[in-house]
């Protein structure tokens, strides 16, 4: 996967944690007003990730050579 | 020795007992199939070597393959005297091929030897992770394997492999398989490995069930799936490993999920989200609806109304209470002048008593002492005076 920019350095098995979490927790309705629309804002931030590694994401296959 | 006439029964049923025993029970034998026929689906054959021959039967046979004659192969089964026709024969419950007896002995061992380490141990057995960055491959880099996974990785859930070259065959790759596993748990950059290889004959697969492969497997840090043969070949590494596949495809299936469903679930997510938060808005509008609704905003008169009529109320109580005093006073001023009418000495005079009157000063005169003889006295009746001269005085 080619790396472009900061967002990218994140995990895509985080990121998908996170923004089940994320929709846990909306999904409760416990949060505050603010707390809901920042969470809300993060989890459509996440959801792009996501979305963004899945659909670049290609099978790259290196052959180890020097350590073995 | 025995003077006795047996019957056939007899002597069969001693035979019987005699072979019978334990240590032929659940016994490996090494051996070539000959006269093999299959009828009414169970397996009669003979199982020969160099020097003899012994009848096996087995019945309703579950085997991926079908044993053929001058196939050499090692059989699992019980001996069993046949007292009906006299003879006895092997009662075969499993079969494996290839002239392998001695690795097949020492598989077992080292399968009896680790499982009492606990190298099998479900609580040594290690998560999967469910997405993983990166995995890599023990295999052969010419092996069907190592493309048979890229080709279900690259549709399910395209992700790095790391390709680590090792010979799954012969001589020394069981060195190989071992040091490759050693050197990826030395990366940050793995979170799982498959290890494994294709389908072959029991030898070919002896690398995975070598001692150090599995102590490599178990002593690992990173999550391994063993993908060894076809489905019903185990292995020593498949038993040591924390999830075992039984193709290397069905490893890679197991290795990362389905990237639709992922998506479909980031869909979902979406949704999810935005009716979270709808219900979250709609739940504020209410609480201000029913802020908006109070009388505090509705009526804000109200709010000041009764202080309103507190003030006024107020008000008439101060007005009643200084009314009420002046009342009061204007009540004791009338009785004062009452009771000051009623002492005047004015009012006498109404019940015939007269009061009189010195003119020269109009002091009033009411000794003898007060006025002289031809003095001029005033004298005040009920309805008038009248003025009168003093004549005459006489002192009581």
């Known amino acids: 996967m080619q790396d472009r920019g900061e967002e990218k350095e994140v995990k895509f098995e985080e990121a998908l944690q996170k923004l089940e979490e994320i929709v846990d927790e909306l999904e409760k309705g416990e949060l505050s007003l603010e707390e809901t629309i920042s969470k809300f804002e993060e989890g459509v931030r996440l959801c792009r990730i996501c979305r963004e590694k899945l659909e670049e994401a290609k099978t790259k296959i290196e052959k180890l050579t020097d350590e073995l | 020795m025995l003077r006795k006439i047996f019957t056939v029964g007899e002597i069969t049923r001693y035979i019987k007992e005699i072979i ?204 391994i799936i063993s993908a060894v043969g076809h489905e019903t070949d185990f292995t020593i590494a498949d038993f040591v490993a924390d999830k075992r596949a039984p193709t290397p495809s069905a490893a890679a299936e197991m290795a990362v999920p389905d990237r639709r ?46 202080k309103i009529i507190g003030y006024e109320n107020m008000m008439e109580e101060f007005k009643r209470v200084i009314k009420n005093y002046i009342e009061a006073r204007q009540r004791d001023i009338d009785f004062i002048e009452r009771s000051l009418e009623a002492m005047s000495p004015y009012k006498v005079l109404e019940r015939g008593y007269s009061i009189c009157f010195r003119v020269r000063d109009n002091k009033l005169f009411s000794s003898v002492e007060d006025a002289d003889i031809g003095e001029e006295i005033k004298v005040v009746v009920k309805d008038g005076e009248a003025l009168c001269r003093i004549e005459e005085k006489k002192k009581k």
């Open chain 2, 20 to 223: 019978e025993r334990e240590e032929l029970n659940n016994i490996w034998v090494e051996g070539e199939i000959s006269n093999f026929r299959e009828a009414i689906g169970n397996y009669y054959f003979d199982l020969k070597d160099e020097m003899a021959i012994i009848r096996c039967v087995m019945f309703s046979p579950s085997l991926q393959f079908t044993p053929k004659n001058g196939m050499k192969v090692i059989v699992k089964g019980d001996i069993r005297v046949y007292e009906k026709k006299g003879y006895y024969q092997l009662y075969v419950r499993d079969i494996k091929v290839g002239g392998v007896g001695e690795l097949f002995i020492k598989f077992l061992e080292l399968k009896e030897k680790l499982q009492k380490e606990g190298l099998f141990d479900e609580k040594f057995k290690k998560p999967l992770p469910r997405i993983p960055s990166t995995i890599a491959v023990v295999t052969s880099p010419d092996g069907a394997a190592i493309r048979d996974i890229q080709n279900v990785i690259s549709r399910r859930f395209p992700i790095r492999i790391l390709l680590a070259p090792v010979r799954v065959q012969g001589e020394g790759a069981a060195e190989e398989i071992e040091r490759a596993i050693k050197a990826l748990n030395e990366r940050e950059d793995v979170d799982l490995i498959i290890i494994g290889r294709g389908g072959g004959s029991w030898e070919d697969l002896w690398a995975f069930n070598e001692e150090r492969v599995a102590r490599a497997i178990f002593e690992s840090r990173l999550p």
């Open chain 2, 261 to 306: 469903e992922i998506l479909e679930w980031l869909d979902n997510a979406a949704g999810r989200m935005e009716r979270a938060v709808m219900k979250k808005v709609e739940s504020y509008e209410a609480i201000m609806e029913r802020i908006a609704k109070r009388k505090a905003f509705m009526y804000p008169f109200e709010l000041i109304y009764d």
